[in-house]
């Protein structure tokens, strides 16, 4: 069985950014021996066509024609990969541009809970991009119930002290905190390092700081994000996040 890894945090906070480079991580950590997938679980604003802008809309496909099946296996979660040229075991599922909470009928946790030990049953690694709010995504609350390893994701901004103080608890409330979780701190802005040092007293324990980098703005507005990262200190970091959930 492979391991499920679960990536949340404020809005913001750079969750998609670093679930793909997760990926890319791990992959390339065993040389793409490793079979990895990154789930989109965002349902208001699709992730597929932000990390996919220049793909054909035929090369894209929807989790949610999956979930809204009364019945589906391996096979019909296999076929809505979204895959990239050179990286054979690693692929993206996610929603559509266009698609929203309604676009689908209303699918059970039984059904979230079977889709995730489908994935599990077939790939090494599941990266699941959760969603900030957990009323809006079941497969949030389920990837989060059940990861193995939970990456929580902050930036040292007022902006998101203020949401974790506020959605923390309802977190906590759910048993979603875990002794293994890995408290990451994301600099997604360059002015943000300035405030680095003073947010840590209102973040908790950070154990890793992914350094400011332009590269990934460059990458997310040609519509490359899912390709390499060359920027050595900001993949690091992310190879040292790796190393940590593997």
Excluded at 48 to 59: A, K
Excluded at 143 to 151: G, I, M
């Amino acid at each position: 069985m492979g391991k499920l890894i679960a990536v949340w945090g404020a809005p913001n906070s750079g969750k998609t950014t670093l679930s793909v480079k997760l990926a890319e991580a791990i992959y390339g950590r065993s040389r793409g021996k490793s079979s990895v997938i990154v789930v989109f679980t965002d349902i208001v604003t699709p992730t597929l066509p932000v990390v996919f802008p220049n793909f054909r809309s035929e090369d894209i496909y929807s989790v949610g024609s999956v979930l809204s099946k009364p019945d589906f296996f391996a096979d019909d979660v296999v076929s809505n990969i979204v895959m990239t040229k050179n990286r054979m075991n690693l692929g993206y599922l996610g929603y559509k541009d266009g698609e929203n909470r309604h676009s689908y009928p209303e699918y059970t946790e039984t059904k979230a809970k079977y889709f995730f030990n489908i994935l599990v049953g077939i790939a090494d690694f599941v990266i699941v991009d959760c969603m900030s709010m957990l009323d809006f995504s079941l497969l949030t609350r389920v990837a989060l119930e059940n990861a193995d390893q939970t990456v929580r994701l902050a930036t040292p901004d007022l902006k998101c002290i203020s949401f974790r103080m506020s959605q923390m608890k309802i977190f906590a409330s759910h048993g979603y905190l875990k002794d293994s979780d890995v408290a990451v701190m994301n600099i997604p802005r360059q002015e943000l390092n300035l405030s680095a040092a003073d947010a840590r007293t209102h973040l908790g324990k950070i154990e890793f700081t992914v350094p400011y980098c332009p590269g990934i703005v460059e990458q997310y507005m040609e519509g490359f994000l899912y390709e390499g990262m060359k920027d050595k200190k900001f993949m690091q970091t992310v190879k040292a996040i790796a190393e940590r959930l593997v």
